[in-house]
């Protein structure tokens, strides 16, 4: 089962553009990458997911090494409503019986 | 639509007694999913339906967790025999085609478990 090793707290300030790496040494190849956000008292939400190289939507990038151990969450431009904890998933639910592992999340912190 | 619903909000039960927890997946989502977060740590699988079979239980702590699903829709999450660890928020999420890569899911409000 793939582990996930993200920093545990970052801060930022308004306006500025932060980027979450994500280390997943033992991912498999059928896994993809999905990032969710969880604001207190609240579900975690989807941010993006990737599977190899570049994901752009219109929240986030995801950039994905070619060896595909590590990735990086980039958010543009964040404001204090960004401050959230971000957490890495690796896998996918496939035939195989594959499985979900949240990380222990990046509790971004976003000072005006 | 509507999204993924659970009941109850909160639920405060003593120690020993069982608990249902209800989660209601958004309509046509093959997949349903439970995950258990404690206080100020991340989220912990405990199973995965799909449809109405559970192929991955492998997450449920002990043998007084159980879950089942029918109609392909609502789940329940049973826990007999409550004890103070089992303290959490409960999350169930629901996802439209598992096993593709596009399993996005939607997770519902949770609910707040207190074992005293």
């Known amino acids: 089962l793939a582990k996930t090793t993200q920093p545990i707290s970052m801060d930022s300030y308004e306006g500025q553009e932060v980027n979450i790496t994500c280390s997943h040494n033992?991912?498999?190849?059928?896994?993809?990458i999905t990032w969710y956000q969880q604001f207190p008292s609240q579900g975690p939400r989807f941010i993006i997911q990737?599977?190899?190289t570049k994901v752009t939507n219109e929240v986030a990038s995801l950039f994905i090494p070619a060896d595909r151990k590590s990735s990086t969450l980039s958010l543009p431009r964040v404001s204090l409503s960004d401050t959230a904890v971000y957490y890495c998933?690796?896998?996918?639910?496939?035939?195989?019986?594959?499985?979900?592992?949240f990380g222990q999340g990046t509790e971004l912190s976003v000072k005006p | 639509g509507a999204g993924v619903s659970q009941s109850p909000s909160n639920k405060v039960t003593e120690k020993g007694k069982d608990v249902e927890l209800r989660c209601d997946p958004i309509s046509g989502h093959t997949a349903l999913y439970w995950y258990r977060q404690r206080l100020g740590q991340g989220l912990e699988f405990l199973i995965y339906f799909q449809g109405n079979s559970a192929p991955d239980k492998s997450g449920l702590p002990s043998d007084r967790f159980s879950a089942e699903r029918t109609g392909e829709s609502v789940s329940t999450l049973t826990i007999q025999r409550t004890q103070q660890e089992d303290s959490a928020v409960y999350l169930c999420a629901s996802s439209l085609v598992p096993g593709t890569g596009g399993d996005e899911q939607y997770f519902g409000p949770g609910t707040r478990l207190t074992v005293t």
């Open positions: 990737g599977y190899k």
């Open positions: 033992n991912i498999a190849t059928n896994d993809y």
């Open positions: 998933l690796v896998g996918g639910f496939y035939n195989q019986g594959g499985k979900l592992i």
